[in-house]
């Protein structure tokens, strides 16, 4: 079982839609939670990081992070175009590095 | 205007054939990274520096080497020992404060350079 795993996709939906995109995870120790966005042929660009469990706004996109079922999502409300790129869940523990999910392709359609 | 640069954004290699991928920050961050992305997986970690004239092993480290000679750079060498070279490669970057034990990982990442075996 990899330690992070995410639906790769393709996630395609209308423009003006909900979108909820979803991490699960293994180990128990991650405390940090973050999202990525990533353009094709792009570098990833940090969306929204959340700190142990509960929701965290920013604009469009809630976080929300579910230690008890070791499960996160990314909400996006109000879908538009320029959200049509890959998004990358990511996770630490205090003590170690970083791990990257697969990453979801999301397709927003006008 | 403070960030990342990769250059080049597009190699080839032929067979046999080192090649070196250019990282350079302004930000005044003291961690660097290194990682590939292949399709279908997360990226990987090939090698990291929090400081300079220091630096570890990724979980992919074999075939690959670098160097941390002044905190801007971060080179990195592909060798002809790595078998399957092709790949985008990301650099990124984080302070310290984030990048220790206690934080929180936020790293932030240039544009790539993409490799292509010929």
């Known amino acids: 079982q990899k330690e992070v795993e995410q639906d790769p996709g393709p996630l395609s939906v209308p423009e003006g839609a909900i979108v909820s995109l979803n991490c699960t995870y293994s180990n128990s120790a991650f405390q940090y939670f973050m999202w990525y966005r990533q353009y094709s042929r792009k570098g990833p660009e940090l969306l929204m990081y959340t700190y142990s469990s509960g929701n965290k706004e920013d604009g469009r996109f809630t976080a929300q992070v579910d230690k008890s079922s070791k499960y996160i999502s990314l909400f996006i409300r109000d879908s538009q175009p320029s959200d049509s790129a890959t998004y990358l869940c990511a996770m630490k523990t205090s003590y170690d590095k970083v791990i990257f999910g697969p990453g979801t392709s999301l397709s927003v359609i006008p | 205007d403070g960030g990342i640069t990769q250059s080049p954004k597009y190699l080839f290699r032929k067979e046999g054939q080192n090649v070196t991928l250019s990282c350079e920050q302004n930000l005044n961050h003291d961690a660097m990274y290194w990682y590939r992305q292949d399709p279908g997986q997360g990226l990987r970690l090939i090698y990291y520096?929090?400081?300079?004239?220091?630096?570890q092993k990724g979980d992919i480290a074999e075939g690959y080497s670098v160097s941390r000679e002044k905190k801007e750079s971060f080179p990195l060498t592909v060798t002809s020992a790595q078998k399957n070279p092709t790949a985008f490669y990301l650099c990124?970057?984080?302070?310290?404060?984030?990048?220790?034990?206690?934080?929180?990982?936020?790293?932030?990442f240039g544009p790539g350079t993409r490799l292509t075996v010929l």
């Open positions: 520096s929090q400081i300079v004239n220091d630096f």
């Open positions: 990124a970057s984080s302070p310290v404060v984030l990048a220790g034990v206690y934080g929180s990982g936020e790293q932030f």
